[in-house]
């Protein structure tokens, strides 16, 4: 099973560009298996972002990614975390490369339009933190198509 979590963080909703961020990984060829709004409150996003905990910008991150609703996706394909990472660039948009998400729409560390995470476990636990099994529709590769499984 081969999946990344993206968000699709306050900044690009506010600005409208949540469409935008979603057809760039879609075209790329990663699939949507799980998709969702919501507003995250400050005991997910300390989860969420608990390996960056006692970091000076800690508190910032927590209140920048719980101040509005988001959108929560679960991506499958091939490499889905090093293809949705490549397809964001870098963490700091100044140094994020153009056609990169990053790179053609950011310009500031702290909104940085989409997260994606950054191995294959750590994508199986934010999977987790944001979705049920259930939640999650599942493909079946045939040959060179995706067909969705009934
Ligand atoms: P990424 O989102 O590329 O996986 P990360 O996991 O290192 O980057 O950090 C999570 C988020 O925290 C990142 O998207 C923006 C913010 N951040 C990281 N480093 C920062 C810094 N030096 N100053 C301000 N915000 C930072
Ligand atoms: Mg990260």
Redesign the pocket.
């Known amino acids: 099973m081969d999946r990344t979590l993206i968000l699709v963080?306050p900044d690009a909703m506010q600005r409208g560009l949540a469409g935008e961020i979603i057809a760039r990984l879609e075209r790329r060829g990663l699939k949507i298996v799980g998709m969702k709004l919501l507003h995250m409150d400050e005991a997910l996003a300390k989860k969420h972002?608990a390996?960056?905990e006692g970091?000076?910008?800690f508190k910032?991150?927590v209140d920048y990614i719980t101040s509005s609703p988001i959108i929560a996706a679960v991506l499958e394909g091939t490499k889905s975390v090093d293809v949705t990472?490549n397809t964001?660039g870098?963490?700091?948009p100044v140094e994020a490369g153009l056609g990169t998400i990053?790179g053609d729409f950011g310009l500031e560390?702290?909104r940085?339009l989409?997260?994606?995470?950054?191995s294959p476990e750590n994508a199986s636990k934010e999977i987790a933190l944001f979705f049920s099994p259930q939640e999650l529709v599942s493909f079946k590769r045939d040959i060179d198509r995706w067909i969705i499984e009934s």
């Open positions: 963080k972002y390996i960056h970091k000076p910008f910032p991150l990472r964001m870098a963490t700091n990053r560390i702290g940085n989409v997260h994606g995470s950054d």
